[in-house]
């Protein structure tokens, strides 16, 4: 008898956190919550209590991302070796991370689109070929498609990064892992990752940051990992941006500038904290050249505040305001340019 009433508080206990997933999830906040950015003013509309935060950032020379990839190819091999962790009622691998993501970018006012590999080279070609590199991509396949990439710094996602791409990656050393469509995944070896990040400088280790890196980014985004297995020591890099926390050395937040393009490298294994910092950086448009310029915390209560960023609108300010703090339910960003 009494195992039968623990497997039914189990079973319920479960139920209601699928449940409670899923309302966060999956549901729709416009109308309970609203947005409104006119000039250097801030307006926030709440149905109920809710707290709100709005970060201004200059972004100097790196101009918004005009769409948003999530790359994920089924028929492409991966490596995500110990990175799995279980979620609820479902595993962490690299589909329900994208999909998940998906929804959260999405809460943020964030659109996005799932590529495959020859989607993606096709973006990367038209890209290249216009001049006009101002995409973000986010992988964490633990591999690139050898559609866009071979191992030479010529590659299309390089020559795509040069000239302004952003990559948003997580999950392993980046450029070390090459995947096919037949499913196989080939070992270029660690130091490729100088490909991308102009040194050989993530973190082999599983270690985690105890201590918060100074800037203020990590309260005014909420950013919420501290795993450091992969992570970028900053000091080996040339233009780059630390947040997060460090274990000393290495950061699990790092931006890096590659050309006029970035690359942002999320330390750690794949696990929920790091998926909602990704859907933060994301939607607040941060680079490697990213200046916190202010960062305002508030309330609201079933009605509209409005608050005015002391800001220079000449330069190119993004202004990003999301509500409910570590437990993000709804978020806008707006540049002012």
Known sequence: MNDRRLLIATAL??????????????????????????GKDVSIRADSSVIYDIVAIDNGSKVPSSRVVLYYDSDQGEKLDGTR??????????????????IQLKNRGTATETMDAD????????????GRC????????????????????????LRWLDMGGRIYWAGGMIGQYVSSSDGTVKDL????????????????????????????????????????????????TGSSLAMGY??????SVCLVGHGSGTVCILGGVLSNDQRYDMAQIVSAGVTDESVLVEHIHGSVT??????????DSSKNIMVYTYLGGYFTVYGRSASLR
Request: glycine share 10%.
């Open 13 to 38: 206990i479960i139920a209601v956190i699928i449940a409670g997933e899923a309302y966060i999830y999956c549901n729709d906040w416009d109308d309970m919550y609203n947005v409104e950015v006119s």
């Open 85 to 102: 962790h279980a979620t609820g009622g479902t595993y962490l691998s690299q589909e329900y991370y994208i999909s998940q993501l998906g």
């Open 119 to 130: 989607r993606l080279r096709i973006m990367m070609e038209s890209a290249v070929s216009s």
């Open 134 to 157: 101002d995409q973000s991509v986010v992988m964490v396949s633990g591999a690139i498609p050898d559609t866009v990439y071979g191992g030479d710094g010529s590659d299309l996602i």
């Open 189 to 236: 070896g660690s130091d490729r990752q100088s490909l991308f990040l102009d040194a050989v400088c993530q973190n082999p280790e599983t270690t985690y940051g105890l201590s918060e890196i100074e800037g203020g980014w990590r309260a005014s985004l909420c950013l919420a990992g501290n795993g450091t297995r992969y992570a970028v020591d900053p000091t080996m």
């Open 246 to 251: 460090t274990d000393g050395r290495y950061s």
């Open 302 to 311: 079933r009605s509209t505040v409005t608050e005015t960023i002391a800001v």
